[in-house]
């Protein structure tokens, strides 16, 4: 079901606000009665299984403050919803043609429907003292088939895990987790879309739904061994690792690069939980030539890793929420944990590795081909210096990509991965995008929703509904002023107001500039200073109104200092309506413009 309608009367700064996130219709309530009406539209306008919905304004107008309230009311139980009067939702059924209007605050004589053809269906209500649910409604039941997603860029938490699901009686919920102690790790997010990039090898996904001409569908991996330069930046040590690695099998040169990334671990680390058992380890290698090759095999055989790793694991799964809680905000003991675990689980799969490396490793590069789709997760298990190198179908990198391609990669692939997961629980899934162009070159912001349009498109029988927190008009010029809903601060209060009704923009199609010199967007995109000297300007211009921290012979040369050049010409019109120059003056401007446009030619 898509989420068409909601009124708030009171969470954090947002105090008896309605919103209306459909484009199909427009719904208001005034304390008493509820409203439907239809509203102008292009149906099926991102395709006929995808709605997209824009919430924009300035930080601090509310937009995170709406979002947290739709999943904390998702997270109530029908019990902590019973004697809850403090929202109205509405939900429309595509496949019922009937609109869900979740509340208990209303009775049949409080709607009022103007939609022809529309049906629609109280969920529930209050009769007595009692609360009731509406026995013969699908409400639940759809409810509980809608999944809800949450790709946050504020989201703070602990990184060592990449998403975090929650589930209720009614929803499933998934947040994905980017940040850890407020930092988005770079690190992290590559290791994210290496494992995505991964799984849709295993599962062979996506390879024949006509995206592959448009995105980077890995079709080959190349595995290279990359230990830390700090391990051979000895120069006689590294022409001596050089010289054995080429009279070495390919299992053995695994076990040596393993052996010396253990070794060097072990050395930087320290890891309380594991003391006693890093103390033995380090035995092992103490006044030994891990060089030479009986010594490295007698090593590898002694310290018995196939034991290793399944008693390491247990330990580290058995304390794990201790750990983890001893440890949060240390991402760097967490990951070294990991690391360990990772080193022994690589020897205890060490025969699987070698069926699907398809090369000798030469030149520490193993080339990986899948026949065994299960054995071939064990890849996402690899330690940190296998780094992974995927190619299209002509050959082309993923590394050949630039930052911004591969960030709308991580996108639309951790939203694909999650709708995988999903796919035989619901074909409903509810996407919130927050604050997603802050990694983004606006470049990148322009392309971020005809990305995410033309990829999930080919999902015909998952209905899509996307839900985009933004303050960039880049974004919003991909969108009709039907799609967005605007908020705004008020200055006095503080709390969220929505004015999309009082904005008078078509964003659609407009030009960035013409949505840059709008004050709504200039509020939030413009240096404080600047932005006060240009409403001055503006405000005396077009309203007459008085200077005060300006001078009138002053207003022209401000104008002509603006950057922005939109901005700077539609200022310069109005200054030439309040101050009409004389005809040898018009000519003098005219000729000095067509100078300037000869030398910006050249």
């Not at 304004?57 to 009067?85: P, V």
């Not at 694991?313 to 440890?327: A, G, L, T």
């Not at 997760?377 to 299209?392: A, C, H, N, Q």
């Not at 927050?434 to 999930?456: A, G, M, R, S």
Request: one cysteine or more.
């Amino acid at each position: 079901m898509e989420l068409v309608y909601l009124w708030v009367e009171k969470y954090k700064k947002i105090k008896n606000q309605e919103f209306n996130f459909s484009a199909k219709f427009d719904c208001s309530f005034d304390g008493t009665d509820l409203t439907i009406k239809h509203k102008e539209h292009i149906e099926n306008f991102f395709g006929k299984n995808i709605n997209v919905t824009a919430i924009v304004g300035e930080n601090g107008s509310g937009k995170s403050s709406l979002i947290d309230f739709i999943f904390d009311k998702l997270k109530c139980s029908e019990k902590d919803l019973e004697r809850d009067y403090s929202f109205l939702c509405c939900y429309y059924s595509k496949e019922e043609n009937l609109l869900y209007i979740h509340t208990t605050k209303l009775n049949d004589k409080q709607i009022v429907n103007n939609v022809k053809k529309l049906s629609y269906e109280i969920t529930h209500y209050v009769e007595g003292f009692s609360f009731k649910t509406n026995g013969d409604s699908k409400f639940i039941e759809n409810m509980k088939s809608s999944f809800y997603y949450n790709y946050n860029n504020n989201f703070d938490i602990d990184n060592s895990i990449h998403k975090l699901y929650e589930k209720n009686e009614y929803h499933m919920i998934c947040y994905e987790v980017n940040k850890s102690d407020n930092i988005v790790s770079l690190d992290k997010e590559d290791e994210k879309l290496t494992r995505y990039m991964l799984e849709l090898l295993i599962d062979n996904r996506l390879k024949d739904v006509g995206i592959n001409d448009k995105f980077f569908i890995p079709e080959t991996l190349w595995i290279d061994v990359k230990l830390p330069d700090i391990i051979l930046e000895d120069n006689e040590f590294n022409d001596r690792y050089l010289k054995i690695k080429e009279e070495l099998s390919l299992e053995e040169k695994i076990i040596l690069d393993n052996l010396l990334y253990l070794k060097y671990l072990l050395d930087k680390i320290h890891l309380p939980f594991l003391k006693e058992e890093c103390d033995r380890w380090k035995k092992q290698f103490k006044d030994r030539d891990i060089l030479n090759k009986n010594t490295f095999i007698h090593i590898s055989d002694t310290l018995g890793f196939d034991y290793l790793y399944n008693n390491t694991d247990k330990r580290i799964n058995y304390e794990k929420e201790e750990i983890v809680e001893k440890n949060r905000g240390n991402d760097t003991y967490l990951i070294n944990l990991n690391e360990i675990k990772n080193i022994f689980f690589l020897f205890s799969y060490l025969s699987r590795l070698k069926k699907f490396i398809k090369n000798d490793g030469s030149d520490d590069k193993y080339r990986i081909e899948f026949k065994e789709k299960i054995d071939a997760k064990f890849l996402k298990d690899l330690p940190s210096y296998f780094k992974f190198e995927f190619k299209e179908k002509n050959d082309r990198k993923l590394s050949d990509l630039s930052s911004g391609e591969r960030n709308l990669l991580r996108l639309v692939f951790s939203i694909e991965n999650t709708i995988n997961r999903q796919k035989n629980i619901t074909n409903t899934f509810n996407i919130f995008l927050d604050e997603i162009e802050n990694t983004y070159h606006p470049n990148w912001q322009k392309k971020i929703l005809n990305y995410l349009v033309e990829f999930f498109n080919v999902f015909k029988d998952k209905q899509l509904n996307f839900y985009i927190l933004t303050h960039s008009p880049f974004m919003l010029s991909d969108l009709p002023k039907e799609n967005i809903i605007f908020l705004k601060k008020d200055k006095e209060t503080g709390n969220c107001i929505n004015v999309s009704k009082q904005i008078d923009i078509k964003p659609f199609g407009a030009n960035i500039h013409t949505l840059l010199s709008d004050g709504f967007f200039m509020d939030g995109l413009m240096g404080e200073f600047a932005k006060e000297k240009i409403k001055e300007i503006m405000n005396f211009l077009s309203k007459d109104e008085k200077l005060t921290t300006i001078k009138e012979n002053q207003v022209k040369n401000i104008i002509e200092s603006i950057g922005e050049n939109f901005l700077k010409e539609k200022l310069l019109f109005m200054y030439s309506k309040k101050f009409p120059s004389s005809s040898e003056d018009r000519i003098k401007q005219l000729e000095a413009e067509i100078e300037r446009l000869k030398n910006d030619s050249n």
